[in-house]
Each structure stands twice: as C-alpha cells, then as structure tokens.
C-alpha cells in the first residue's frame, strides 16, 4: 500500500522561515548536510542518517551524471535534514497532513535553501523517505529550472534508490502488465500523477516509472542513462534526448514502450 500513498507522502512544501517550534535543538554536520533533531540522546542516530545521507548523495549523483558537474551541497550550501521529536511537532511545523511520513522542501525564497524533514520515527524513514526525497533534490538541482521533462521518469529516479523496493516493484509491473493494465506511452508522458484520485492508475504509475527507468539502465548501461540525463540537462526535449542517446536502439517514445514491454515479458 506504500505506494498508493507515495504521491500524498512525499508532496513538495514551502512553509515560512519562522519557527513556531521553540524547543532548542542539536545539530550534526557532515560533508553534504546538517541535520537538526531535538533531543541530546538521539546523537548516535543523528550520526547514523548523516552517514547514510552521505552515501545515497553518491550513488544518486553518480546514476545520473549529477557529480560530474562540480561537488555540490558543501559549507553554506549544505541541504538541512530536520527530524523533529514527534508527529505533532512536524505537521505543527510544516502544515502536513496527519497520514505525511517526510517531504522536501526546495525554498527559492530563501537563498535556494534545501531541506529534507520528517520525524523522529519507526519504520522506513532511512531506506526510502530519505533516499527519495533526496534523490528528487539531486535531480531538480542538476536538472536545472524550465527541463521539459515526464514526471515518470523523475519519478522513476526517485524510487530507484528505495532500498529493497526496486525488484518488488518489477513484480508488481510484470502483474499489471499481464492484465494489461499498464499506462500507454503517450498517457505517461503527459500525466500528472498529483492531480490522480484512481488508486489503480497511481500504482501503475510508480511500478511502470520505475520499471521503465531500470529498463534502461539494465539494458543499455549507466554510462549511456547519465548521457540521457546530460542531454536533458542541456535542454532537449524528452524524445529527443532519448534519440540522441541510444541512436541504433531507440527512435521514438513507441519504441521506447516496445522494448520495454518485451523485456519485461522475458
């Protein structure tokens, strides 16, 4: 069910600088991040999402080509990881509904500040919240603004840094396609899942977003996908980009969905 729920989860929000939260809090500095939590005994947790922070930065950034660019996010450019002490502090804080697990925050008002923020929590917050919302951090960082770029595909990047969920998501696709119930090409490229109420169609959206983005990378090797984003990066049009990229392989969005679909199928 995760997923049914991803597009609520992991809304992008912008809330005032002010803080309403007045409770003195800790910080943790690494390499990338600061992260800021509210209670002194969390110290050995604080330090161990830095780590795994620093670690999802380099394997985002190097799937995508986003290293290539320059060393990104360091001393005042930092992306601020907020963990407050409890649910009531976080939706306090940041207006989120009470089903909000963690959200990004890209605050073009403030310096272009950066902030990942969820709280104190069991469960998943390590292995999908924080990978995911960095990962769409990283990309809209290297993306740059106005890239006419498919929600399916940033998507598709997101999830693909899940930890335990890529393979799971193959099989959930490998279902619907064999029901065929899987989203035409041409409908993916244009929607936008946010404005989605039919439970199925979200769910088909993120297992075949991320289906498609393994598939090419699986198919054709990294080094061409970080291609394709360096080519999204300078400005080409989706389709384009694709052509550009695996010339003798892919022509056209049409193809792009044959090829997947036999792939998927074998």
């Known amino acids: 069910m995760k997923k049914i729920f991803l597009f ?20 943790e500095k690494s390499e990338h991040f600061i992260l800021e939590y509210y209670a002194q005994e969390d110290l050995d947790s604080a330090k161990r999402v830095l780590n795994r922070a620093e670690e999802y930065y380099h394997k985002i950034a190097y799937q995508i ?23 009531k502090v976080f939706m306090m804080e940041t207006q989120q509904p009470f089903w909000a697990k ?6 073009k008002k403030l310096f272009e500040q950066k902030k990942i923020v969820s709280f104190k929590q ?4 390590l292995t999908t919240i924080l990978p995911h919302e960095m990962a769409h951090l990283i990309w809209l960082d290297f993306l740059g603004v106005g890239r006419p770029v498919p929600l399916w595909f940033e998507e598709g990047i997101a999830q693909l840094f899940e930890e335990g969920y890529e393979q799971k998501a193959l099989e959930i696709m490998k279902y619907f396609i064999r ?12 929607l936008d899942i946010n404005n989605e109420t039919e439970i199925l169609k979200v769910s088909v959206f993120y297992a075949q977003s991320l289906s498609i983005v393994h598939f090419l990378i699986k198919a054709y090797g990294t080094q061409s996908f970080q291609q394709l ?13 694709l052509r550009a990229t695996y010339t003798n392989q892919i022509r056209s969005i049409e193809e792009l969905e044959k090829k997947w679909l036999i792939y998927m199928k074998s």
């Open 179 to 190: 029901e065929e119930k899987q989203i035409g090409i041409d409908s993916l490229m244009t």
């Open 122 to 125: 069991d469960g998943d917050f």
């Open 229 to 241: 984003c360096g080519y999204l990066k300078d400005g080409r049009p989706f389709v384009e980009a």
């Open 102 to 107: 963690g959200s990004a925050i890209r605050h």
């Open 65 to 87: 080509g986003y290293a290539r660019y320059g060393n990104f996010w360091t001393w005042n450019d930092r992306v601020r990881i907020i963990v407050y002490p409890d649910q």
């Open 8 to 27: 609520f989860l992991f809304g992008v929000i912008i809330f005032s600088a002010s803080r309403l939260f007045a409770q003195n809090f800790w910080e």
